[in-house]
């Protein structure tokens, strides 16, 4: 009897170590892994804002904005099928989607300090100020 037992206990112990150890999450396979996709939503959001600063009416963005998704996933070899799964996938693991906008956040940033400080009036050169305020 002993021996009918022990396989079952052993399977039965087997499975609740197994159930019970760290959950690895993996991400499917289907899912935009995290640095592309801190990519992809790092255009998404350059072309959403594109868009915002236009004055546009809704259905002018609109088409703009479907033209702009299609040369975006195109670029970064996706669908937009593939970027919702991913999206849908992260919201649902939200340490994860934190992690990706940190990131995002951090590119967008690092974009604006470079554009700010090429904005940035310069003096004209010496030889072409005006002589009128000098004495």
């Known amino acids: ?6 396989p079952i206990i052993f399977t039965l112990a087997f499975s609740l170590f197994v159930s019970c150890s760290g959950k690895t999450d993996s991400i499917p396979s289907k899912i935009i892994p995290q640095d592309k996709m801190v990519e992809v939503l790092v255009d998404v959001h350059l072309a959403e804002a ?11 963005i609109n088409m703009m904005m479907a033209a702009k998704y299609d040369s975006l996933f195109q ?20 340490d994860q989607l934190a992690e990706i906008y940190s990131q995002v956040v951090s590119k967008l940033t690092t974009m604006e300090t470079k554009l700010s400080a ?4 310069k ?3 010496k030889e072409k100020r005006d002589t009128i305020f000098q004495h």
């Open 118 to 121: 090429g904005r940035k009036i």
């Open 123 to 125: 003096p004209p050169p």
């Open 75 to 94: 670029k970064h070899e996706t669908t937009f099928s593939q970027f919702k799964d991913s999206y849908d996938y992260y919201l649902d693991h939200s």
């Open 50 to 60: 594109s868009a915002d600063n236009r004055g546009l009416n809704t259905p002018q």
């Open 1 to 6: 009897m002993k021996k009918f037992f022990a």
